[in-house]
T-cell receptor, first 110, second 111 residues
Framework: NAGVTQTPKFQVLKTGQSMTLQCAQD?????MYWYRQDPGMGLRLIYY???????DKGEVPNGYNVSRLNKREFSLRLESAAPSQTSVYFC?????????FGAGSRLTVL | AQRVTQPEKLLSVFKGAPVELKCNYS??????LFWYVQYSRQRLQLLLR??SRESIKGFTADLNKGETSFHLKKPFAQEEDSAMYYC?????????????FGSGTRLQVQP
């Protein structure tokens, strides 16, 4: 019972490259979220999904796309990475503010 | 739109001293407030929520709607309390319940 699994844990990209961060859950939650964590700025919501097939923008969605094709998985895609997207990315799931977080994916864009 | 402010980036205290981590919020509707904690090399996890009115690991927090605050308190800090603490808000009166986090306060408890 892994709860929330994020892959990869670490990634280094060059500016302009693309990549997808994967998040999978075995907790049967409808709501899933992607946050980014930056020093001095806390966690900021990128996108969230209230249920399979639906997604909504959060506070900082520019430069990202998401996909929720089934209940278990919620992926975050960077189409053309920029140095400003260097961050730690967290997937989370749950509802009414009680969230379970993944271990995080540390992304560096050179 | 909602906003959560944690004015201190770093709070350093000695073991046994009282701790108060400040959190102020702005939201025109009805909020639910939370404290999350991230210990070194561990996942972010829920510490407490104002609705539960619990004390977790000796920490308490009271929602003060007049001052729009939700400060986290502990009477006697322990070294194992050293961590990053985030205050967060979820609107109770809309369908959009995603959490808004503050910028976080790092608590260092020195021996």
């Amino acid at each position: 019972n892994a709860g929330v699994t994020q892959t990869p844990k670490f990634q280094v990209l060059k500016t302009g490259q693309s990549m997808t961060l994967q998040c999978a859950q075995d907790m049967n939650h409808n709501s899933m979220y992607w946050y980014r964590q930056d020093p001095g700025m806390g966690l900021r919501l990128i996108y969230y999904s209230a249920s399979e097939g639906t997604t909504d923008k959060g506070e900082v969605p520019n430069g990202y796309n998401v996909s929720r094709l089934n209940k278990r998985e919620f992926s975050l895609r960077l189409e053309s990475a920029a140095p400003s997207q260097t961050s730690v990315y967290f997937c989370a799931l749950g509802r009414t503010g009680v969230l379970t977080f993944g271990a995080g994916s540390r992304l560096t864009v050179l | 739109a909602q906003r959560v402010t944690q004015p201190e980036k770093l709070l350093s205290v000695f073991k046994g001293a009282p701790v108060e981590l400040k959190c102020n919020y702005s939201y025109s509707g009805s909020p639910e407030l939370f404290w999350y904690v991230q210990y070194s090399r561990q996942r972010l996890q829920l510490l407490l929520r104002h609705i539960s009115r619990e004390s977790i690991k000796g920490f308490t927090a009271d929602l003060n709607k007049g001052e729009t605050s939700f400060h986290l308190k502990k009477p006697f800090a322990q070294e194992e309390d050293s961590a990053m603490y985030y205050c967060a808000l979820s609107p109770m009166d809309t369908g959009r319940r995603a959490l808004t986090f503050g910028s976080g306060t790092r608590l260092q408890v020195q021996p």
